[in-house]
């Protein structure tokens, strides 16, 4: 097609319609009233064959038409387009001859006829009529897709391929008559990304006692503890979930919303996230296995400067609809920061001080090498905690150990110290993750008793580092679980156990403050000596040498022990004389003074 064959098409069509248009309009508008019909064609609404010019042109007088409807409208002026497949000097050639016939402009003229009649109120639209028939083309829009999830998003390709068949999906499509109504649904949709910080996503998570066992061992529970047998086997009577594990669901919903492009003009990648703080907290019956399906939102993202966190709302509902669990996620992204966000939320749970005194109780355990490659099988396949090149980008040395496992071993540990390993007794956790830990550490947690609320501190033992700060644990009530009937061997010593026993449930929180005690007989000739310890916070009793079981299993600060000792045999003398061996620093009974005193036969 020549350029002379486009514009010779476009001068006859459209510029004519335009310049008869043009001359009509003031008068019309004076007399106040007039009619327009535009000659458009099927070639220009479906297109045709070798009529590239032809079928642009006559689309161009739909277009034509419309504005002249809108403009004309206050004047009585109406603009329709007739749409006439009609038999003529340019059709006679290629229709058939009978079809030519029934072509006949005469079975048209009518319907133009009353289109410009003062009756018609018409305006605007576009008829199509050939035959003796008449019929009405209209513009009709589908429902369409959403192409991004935030104002702040980018709309990608991948995005339109895979909401394609949303946007084609004509089955509730709207006719449109006016670009304000067009636009109108788009701005509707505008408002929604913008509010889109508060929009909610679903996830759910199904778990059976696999997967809270395999938890159990990535947070460190262990057979070695007879304790944690609970946690690791199925049939166990007392078979029990530690209270963390419902911290998975949550990150499972977590990862699966995007927080990408959370941040006006930035995109965070998963490099950049670290675990910044994580709250959990039991708001009803948690179920031991099935389907939990949780609500995540971002509450807030705030400009710290060095980066930005984003905190992240989940809560999670048993199959029943129940609300039983809420956790928050606050995930800090590293170099996303100064992009003029606020400095400080309203939405964050905040950490708690420690109080300020030594801690009650501190209690130690080695990660293993392998905690991160054995916790990720939870859920958290995050590479940071695994790979070592992509911990490089991040700017590791090597695969730093989830936040989350951190905070699994320490509640653990608080359990065992104040519930007596009675996960049922949790009801909430807030933690801050401050310092990465590598694989392999040994964590010390020091813990503080203030009524139901300990408070802990996690150190990585070699680096001497917090890693853990800010953080406690709620619990319904503390619990100090002592065995019926101690261990111990001796009906002297025997006595003295249950006598401590029975203080000890007096007066927990002061047992607490003291942590253990040991006993030592020491026989009158000095030829025996034999120790048994009791861990306070376990209520246990072990027998044996004090180098050996005490040191293992009695992990209480060294100036927390207490020696008793039967006879008039000062035990002093005793290790001096090489009977008894003992590391660390010893106090005579000074601590279990005020429990003691009341017994006048000790
Ligand atoms: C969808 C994806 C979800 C992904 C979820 C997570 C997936 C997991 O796989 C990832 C992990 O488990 S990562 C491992 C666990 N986390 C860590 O090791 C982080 C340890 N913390 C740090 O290194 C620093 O605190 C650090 C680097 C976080 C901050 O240190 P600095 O930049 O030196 O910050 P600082 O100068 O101390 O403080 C600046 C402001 O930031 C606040 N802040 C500091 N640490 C924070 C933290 N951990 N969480 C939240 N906010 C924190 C400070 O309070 C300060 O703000 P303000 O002045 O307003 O108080």
Not at 273 to 285: C, Q, R, S
Not at 565 to 570: C, R, S, Y
């Amino acid at each position: 097609m020549t350029d002379q064959d486009w514009d010779l098409i476009h001068q006859v069509h459209v510029k004519g319609s335009f310049k008869t248009s043009q001359a009509a309009f003031p008068i019309f508008k004076k007399q106040g009233y007039g009619r327009i019909i535009m000659t458009s064609s099927v070639a220009g609404l479906y297109g045709n064959f070798g009529q590239a010019n032809y079928s642009a042109a006559k689309m161009g007088l739909v277009g034509l038409s419309h504005t002249v409807a809108k403009e004309g409208a206050k004047y009585n002026i109406h603009c329709n387009v007739i749409v006439p497949t009609a038999g003529s000097r340019l059709t006679e050639d290629i229709l058939p001859p009978d079809l030519f016939a029934e072509l006949r402009p005469e079975l048209i003229a009518p319907v133009v006829a009353f289109l410009c009649h003062e009756s018609c109120q018409e305006n605007g639209s576009i008829i199509e009529s050939a035959a003796g028939w008449a019929g009405k083309c209209a513009i009709f829009r589908s429902n369409g897709a959403l192409l991004r999830s935030t104002v702040v998003d980018d709309v990608t390709v991948e995005k339109v391929r895979d909401k394609w068949d949303q946007i084609c999906d004509l089955s509730n499509a709207k006719r449109m008559t006016s670009a304000q109504e067009s636009t109108g649904a788009l701005m509707e949709a505008l408002e929604g990304l913008k509010n889109k910080v508060e929009e909610e996503t679903v996830d759910t998570y199904e778990f059976g006692s696999k997967d809270a066992m395999l938890y159990a061992l990535g947070v460190g529970a262990s057979v070695a503890n007879p304790q944690e047998l609970q946690y690791l086997y199925e049939y166990h009577e007392n078979y029990n979930i530690l209270p963390t594990f419902y911290i998975i669901p949550a990150m499972q919903a977590v990862f699966a919303s995007s927080i990408e492009n959370v941040i006006p003009g930035k995109t965070i990648s998963l490099e950049q996230v670290l675990h910044g703080e994580h709250y959990i907290e039991f708001l009803g019956e948690i179920p031991l296995e099935g389907k939990l399906t949780t609500k995540t939102k971002v509450v807030e993202v705030l400009d710290k400067g060095t980066g930005a966190v984003v905190v992240i709302d989940a809560e999670s509902y048993d199959e029943n609809g129940q609300l039983v669990l809420r956790n928050q996620c606050v995930t800090f992204a590293v170099k996303a920061g100064n992009f003029g966000g606020p400095r400080t939320g309203t939405k964050t749970i905040s950490c708690q001080p420690k109080p300020n005194r030594n801690p009650d109780v501190s209690l130690t355990q080695k990660t293993s090498i392998d905690q991160a490659a054995l916790y990720r099988l939870s859920g958290d396949r995050n590479p940071l905690h695994i790979d070592p090149s992509f911990a490089a980008v991040s700017g590791y040395d090597r695969p730093i150990l989830h936040g989350l496992c951190t905070l699994g071993f320490s509640v653990r540990i608080v359990l065992s110290a104040f519930a007596g390993h009675n996960a049922s007794l949790f009801t909430a956790c807030k933690a801050r993750f401050v310092k990465p830990v590598l694989p392999g550490q040994t964590l010390r947690v020091d813990m503080w008793r203030e009524d139901n609320r300990i408070h802990f501190e996690t150190i990585a033992v070699e680096t001497n580092t917090v890693v853990i700060a800010g953080a406690y644990v709620d619990l319904k009530s503390v619990s100090i679980t002592m065995p019926s009937k101690p261990s111990s061997q001796s009906l002297k010593s025997d006595a003295i156990f249950e006598f401590i026993i029975e203080e000890v449930k007096k007066n927990p929180q002061k047992a607490k403050s003291i942590g253990g005690v040991f006993l030592y007989k020491i026989t009158k000739d000095k030829k025996e000596a034999k120790c048994w310890t009791m861990d306070l916070n376990k209520g246990e009793v072990y027998e044996g040498e004090p180098t050996s079981k005490a040191n293992t299993t009695l992990t209480v600060a060294d100036e927390d022990f207490i020696l008793l000792a039967e006879g008039k045999l000062n035990p002093q003398q005793a290790f001096m004389k090489g009977k008894l061996k003992i590391t660390g620093n010893i106090m005579l009974a000074q601590k279990l003074q005020p429990l003691l005193k009341a017994n006048a036969k000790l």
